[in-house]
């Protein structure tokens, strides 16, 4: 009987590992690539891929090569949510600490979606609804994901989306936006500097580790967030990203 249930976790945690590397693959692979990349047999990966078929979380496609299936969208629509609810505290800490708008968004496809949001107190304040889709080549949060995205990549995302300017300080140009891109890799932060919404500056960072990816921000009157005060909420934008990465690998080695 212990070795039925050893047999049965085995199988669990190698049809989750088949389901993240369809997702690192786009979303669609062949058996043969699963093969390759997971090292386990085809008949095992088979075996696997047919019970999850059966159960709606793939679907086999005409060609014969295999997708993620609808019954994702629940699962991944609710796990999107309780990541904002995990991120609100320290949304709100950022909120007591810097004075202006705090803001958690996911990388959606070719879109930014923004999960959590804690108001600044401030009467005159940035405020973005949670739920929001929005082309990340206008937002800190959009350009501070995509910085970890590979280049081809992201030119592939950009000709898809078209660019389309939503001030006149949107970079619209795909090579400036890539040197962009590099640029924040080097400061570690990301900045929308009026080119989401004229008068609004915006500084981002990625969550490292999260196990989707996904980017805090600051934003606020461009008045207030200043080059000045990007020196003073940057650090602390950073360590808001770190403790709320520790806390996502808390909830994730405790099974909560």
Partial sequence: MAS????GVQSLERAFDLLERMADAGGEVGL?????????????IHRLMRTLVDTGYVRQQPNRRYALGPRLIRLGET???????????????????????????????????????VPSRHSMRMFTEVGRRVLPHSTGVGKALLAHVPPEEVRALLARTGMPA?????????????????????QGYAVDDNEQEMGVRCLAVTVPGSPTAAAISVS???????????????????????HLSAALAGAAGTGA
Avoid: C, K
């Avoid at 039925?4 to 047999?7: I, L, M, S, V």
């Avoid at 505290?89 to 999960?115: F, Q, S």
């Avoid at 939503?166 to 080097?186: G, K, Q």
């Fill in 220 to 242: 606020g009157p461009a008045g207030r967030v200043t080059d000045a005060a990007t020196e003073n909420i940057v650090p602390v934008l950073q360590a808001a990203a770190r």
């Fill in 32 to 44: 043969s690539e699963l093969s390759a990349s997971s090292g386990l047999p085809l008949p095992t």
């Fill in 79 to 117: 796990a999107s949510r309780l990541l904002g609810t995990w991120a609100r505290p320290y949304l709100a800490e950022l909120v007591d600490a810097t004075g202006e708008t705090a803001n958690m968004a996911l990388l959606d496809g070719d879109e930014v979606v923004y999960v959590a949001q």
């Fill in 4 to 7: 039925d249930r050893a047999g």
């Fill in 166 to 186: 939503a001030t006149e300080r949107t970079i619209t140009d795909p090579d400036v936006f890539l040197a962009e891109l590099a640029h924040i890799r080097t």
